[in-house]
């Protein structure tokens, strides 16, 4: 068979009805995958911005400890903080950053007593971070979790309301294979009438960190939408020293946040 510059031709002109619908098909489907893509992702951007508003339009303090523990001294003076602690304090600076807020980190012995007044995001427990304990002691009537220290089973979440704990899982050699923590979402309860505190904070530091990521969760936030202030158990896996999966394992509205 020989094919003529005019068969060539016919071939072409042929396929290029086939070969533009195609193309129009494939423009019009990447354009319908980019505005989803894009719809989703500012919907995600507008319930992030909801959640951290009110605290970020007055510029809030990120709140980290670093306990002054002798036997650390001797490594570094001008103190230690844990891992997960600086990976919440990062993602945390992230979010806000993308939604065009800003935040000021301090740490605990840095603070004042007007500063306690602000609004604040604490990262870390009551055990590392002297804020948060002074936080969740003055919450301690609204709240139902709290975290516990007991022999043998070491820090766990203690439910209030069912006397359950929730405690992290260990492995042979005594690593974590999971891990709990808390996100509470208040007032200030040393200023009730003029800021909100954000506390994020875990049994270890993969709770932590992982209290922070959930703040990232587009389910998690449509779920909070309704709820201002409110306390969520956070449950995480933990595998070769790193959290995945964060897990919201129950909200409650704290209703009696604005009390004075």
């Not at 230690?80 to 740490?107: C, H, P, S, T, Y």
């Not at 969740?136 to 220290?149: A, G, H, I, K």
Request: net charge positive; charged share 25%; with cysteine.
């Amino acid at each position: 068979m020989v094919l003529t510059h005019e068969g060539f031709g016919g071939l072409v002109l042929g396929a290029f009805p086939e070969i533009s619908i195609n193309l129009i098909a494939a423009a019009i489907g990447g354009t319908a995958v980019w505005l989803v893509t894009r719809t989703r992702r500012r919907l995600k951007l507008l319930r992030a911005r909801r959640f951290w508003r009110s605290l970020c339009d007055r510029t809030p303090l990120i709140v980290i400890g670093a306990p002054d523990f002798e036997p650390l001294n001797k490594w570094e003076k001008s103190g230690m903080v844990g891992k997960g602690d600086i990976l919440a304090l990062v993602d945390i600076q992230n979010q806000l950053r993308e939604l065009g807020f800003e935040g000021k980190i301090v740490e605990t012995k840095e603070m004042n007593s007007g500063d306690r007044r602000k609004d604040l995001v604490l990262i870390g427990g009551p055990d590392g971070n002297s804020v948060t304990e002074t936080m969740m002691r003055e919450l301690d009537r609204v709240l139902s979790y709290e975290f516990t220290w007991n022999a043998g089973v070491g820090n766990a979440v203690i439910d209030r309301t069912t006397g359950s704990a929730s405690a992290p899982q260990y492995d042979k050699v005594g690593n974590p294979t999971s891990d709990y923590g808390l996100i509470i979402r208040a007032v200030n309860p040393l200023a009730p009438k003029k800021s909100e505190i954000v506390i994020l904070a875990g049994c270890w530091g993969f709770g932590t960190a992982a209290a922070a990521e959930l703040l990232r969760d587009r389910k998690f936030l449509r779920q909070q939408r309704k709820s201002k202030h409110f306390e969520t158990l956070v449950k995480t896996t933990v595998v070769g020293g790193a959290h995945y999966n964060a897990e919201a394992q129950g909200t409650r509205e704290i209703t009696h946040a604005s009390a004075d």
